[in-house]
């Protein structure tokens, strides 16, 4: 990596004051960034034809309740073409976080940026604009998600920073709620976290790690939640136990990531909500539609008696599955999905958290109507029916769904009618398996592919992430794994690539 580590930053600052013969004061407040300002290192997000999102977030003991923090962009590595710079203040009230908004930078440009607070400078990062609305440049991007800080390290962030990539879309699980075993791999704190305290934490346990600060450093992000940054299974307003406090525990939660993560200012939650979905234009080549399928949905159908959150039922035994005024996104955000697709682009993007695609895990044409899980879109198959019914109507020949939540990577058809494999093919579909959470036993998902011929690849047995490279022909997906996710050192090699060409929807191996 071509970054500085913090320490080595802090440490020629210092002998740069020292050597320079500045104020005692100063030369004081150096000495007290021995305590590392900058522990969770830095991110970029969302970027935009004339800029991004830059990110960081101050650490350790004695801070003052606001902070000015100074931010610069460079055109070089070294600093020396200063390009944008300003100053920020960071809040004790929201975490001591920095969302800094360079803006009027140069379209499709690589940058350099770095900050500097209480006389300590934090690590350099990497990052880039957007394309100009007219431009076709190709695009590589990475899709990843389900990081579980306990389960394994991060050997597949390494590999992602060394890939470089445009754009990571991180599609949710950030972190994990639950607390550790004491046989675990490396420890989460004690207990599920419920207070915004108890979930800043959390984030802090996993934003140590260097790997992960890595990817964060090498390219500007674009996120979206799934469940276990609240909790497991949340679904709008209710909690997975149905406690009469979750409206509070999903407010510090959903506080926490805006303040740990590189979102724009103006998404910073307002009375317990915080506006996620949107779009995002890579020049005339694609839409990157990003949704949200947490905040707004109705909660599961056929709960377990006393409790909230998923089940896996039959068809039979739980109707509700097809009743169409269950919503996964809400009202408005369908409404708002259905205006927003690009009919001028070849591709639109669709960064969303779970598996599109039907997934049964039995027969779905004997008497029990196929067996499915209710907390993901086959949960919720009527909103899935209109959001692909608008595809067909359009005549969308480009939509390529991106997804995570469930621990394996998939690659699917979007079928016009799932039970039909001869119906069209509307859309494609690709869900990058996690970083390091565990997933299910391979022998279940073998039995049940023949079920479901429109899933085309299903391996839940590695962790890994998925790298894409588009341009105005075809789309090209790599299936990256890990080896060992318990060596964070492990090589990671390309398992699969499947190839999808403009206006012809479905992958071809
Ligand atoms: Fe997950």
């Not at 369908?334 to 591709?347: H, I």
Request: proline content about 7%; aromatic content about 10%; glycine content about 8%.
């Amino acid at each position: 990596m071509p970054h500085l580590p913090p320490d080595l930053h802090r440490r020629r600052l210092l002998a740069a004051s020292l050597a320079t013969g500045c104020a005692p004061g100063f030369i004081r407040q150096a000495l007290a960034a021995e305590v590392d300002r900058f522990e969770l290192g830095v991110a970029s997000g969302f970027p935009r034809p004339d800029g991004m999102v830059l990110w960081t977030l101050l650490t350790g003991p004695g801070l003052p309740e606001r902070v000015d923090v100074a931010w610069e962009i460079a055109d070089d590595e070294a600093f020396s073409r200063i390009v944008a710079q300003g100053t920020e203040t960071a809040e004790a009230a929201w975490g001591h976080s920095v969302h800094a908004e360079p803006a009027g930078l140069a379209p499709g440009r690589w940058y350099h940026y770095r900050f500097t607070a209480l006389g300590a400078r934090s690590a350099a990062g990497r990052t880039r604009t957007a394309p100009a609305a007219t431009e076709a440049a190709p695009l590589s991007f990475v899709i990843a998600s389900c990081q579980r800080y306990d389960s394994g390290h991060y050997a597949a962030w390494r590999q992602v920073a060394a890939d470089a990539p445009d754009l990571v879309m991180f599609l949710g699980d950030y972190i994990y709620e639950y607390p550790s075993l004491p046989t675990a791999l490396r420890q989460h704190e004690a207990g599920f976290p419920r207070t915004l305290a108890a979930y800043r934490a959390r984030y802090a346990t996993y934003q140590r790690d260097p790997l992960l600060q890595a990817a964060h450093a090498a390219c500007p992000w674009l996120l979206v939640w799934d469940d276990h940054e609240v909790e497991n299974d949340y679904a709008g307003l209710q909690g997975n136990q149905l406690q009469t406090d979750f409206p509070e525990q999903r407010a510090a939660a959903y506080q926490a990531y805006w303040e740990h993560l590189p979102f724009p200012k103006a998404w910073r939650p307002v009375q317990g909500q915080m506006r996620l979905y949107g779009s995002h234009d890579w020049g005339r080549l694609a839409r990157i539609l990003a949704l949200d399928d947490r905040q707004y949905r109705a909660s599961q159908a056929c709960q377990k008696p006393g409790r909230g959150g998923s089940n896996t039922v039959t068809m039979k035994e739980c109707p509700a599955l097809a009743d169409p005024r269950r919503t996964l996104l809400g009202t408005a955000q369908e409404q708002w999905l259905a205006q927003a697709w690009a009919e001028d682009r070849p591709w639109n993007l669709l960064a969303q958290q779970t598996l599109m695609a039907r997934f049964t895990w039995s027969d779905p044409a004997g008497p029990e109507g196929g067996t499915y899980w209710t907390d993901g879109w086959d949960g919720y198959a009527p909103s899935r029916q209109r959001l692909l019914a608008t595809v067909a109507e359009r005549r969308l020949g480009g939509v390529v769904v991106l997804g995570g939540d469930v621990h394996a990577h998939y690659v699917a058809d979007l079928k016009t009618d799932f039970r039909d494999p001869r119906s069209a093919t509307l859309a494609t579909e690709f869900c990058g398996t996690s970083i390091s959470s565990l997933g299910l036993d391979q022998a279940r998902i073998d039995a049940a592919l023949p079920l479901n011929p429109h899933v085309r690849w299903g391996r839940a047995d590695r962790r890994g992430y998925t790298r894409f490279r588009l341009d105005a022909r075809q789309i090209e997906a790599r299936l990256m794994v890990v080896a060992d996710a318990l060596d964070a050192r492990s090589p990671v090699t390309e398992a699969a690539r499947f190839v999808v060409e403009a206006g012809r929807p479905g992958a071809q191996a």
